[in-house]
T-cell receptor, first 117, second 109 residues
């Protein structure tokens, strides 16, 4: 079924471990995004990508690394997880961005709930 | 950076009542979006607004893009229990989406 998927849906890890969250979309959307959602902060942008091999920092990028070797995949890696990175992570995609009058909308995956012990 | 002020933070209403929530900003946005998020799920797009002054409906939902491009509102008419959830506004400017803090809606049968 077409859409945007995330895996795993739930993950428990320990402080200091490396964790990779996967995001896959079947729409061939140009733009992809990673957000984290925390109580009291709403949704905050971590990183985004305008196309394969093009990534840029969002509002809260520290402690995270992204890559985009293929249009459809946008993995997010926590190189050394910390307790403050316990959160729900959402991936989103957008067919086009910044174009006047374009469909500047984002479609979200179901989220990954990450707990860092 | 850009910020959106969404209000109210929460609402407790009776089934059948109408609901209104809004978002304001000091910044201009090119697009206003309204999302609904249910527990354990990602935000789902309800309405997208692309032009200042635009008024768009989606079933019992109506949203408007403010003339100044700095605000938007969402109305839900004749609420039902399945309207429960968190509603987020979002404003986009050159590809960057900024979210409001969300409005938690509770509907009592």
């Amino acid at each position: 079924d077409a859409g945007i998927t995330q895996s795993p849906r739930y993950k428990i890890t320990e402080t200091g471990r490396q964790v990779t969250l996967m995001c896959h979309q079947t729409w061939s959307h140009s733009y992809m995004f990673w957000y984290r959602q925390d109580l009291g902060h709403g949704l905050r942008l971590i990183y985004y990508s305008a196309a394969a091999d093009i990534t840029d920092k969002g509002e809260v990028p520290d402690g995270y690394v992204v890559s985009r070797s293929k249009t459809e995949n946008f993995p997010l890696t926590l190189e050394s997880a910390t307790r403050s990175q316990t959160s729900v992570y959402f991936c989103a995609s957008n067919p086009s961005s910044g174009s006047p009058g374009g469909t500047d909308t984002q479609y979200f995956g179901p989220g990954t709930r990450l707990t860092v012990l | 950076g850009q910020q959106l002020n969404q209000s109210p933070q929460s609402m407790f209403i009776q089934e059948g009542e109408d609901v209104s929530m809004n978002c304001t900003s000091s910044s201009i946005f090119n697009t206003w979006l309204w999302y609904k998020q249910e527990p354990g799920e990602g935000p789902v797009l309800l309405i997208a607004l692309y032009k200042a002054g635009e008024l768009t409906s989606n079933g019992r939902l109506t949203a408007q893009f403010g003339i100044t491009r700095k605000d938007s509102f969402l109305n839900i008419s004749a609420s039902i229990p399945s309207d429960v959830g968190i509603y987020f506004c979002g404003g986009t400017s050159y590809g960057k989406l900024t979210f409001g803090q969300g409005t938690i809606l509770t509907v009592h049968p």
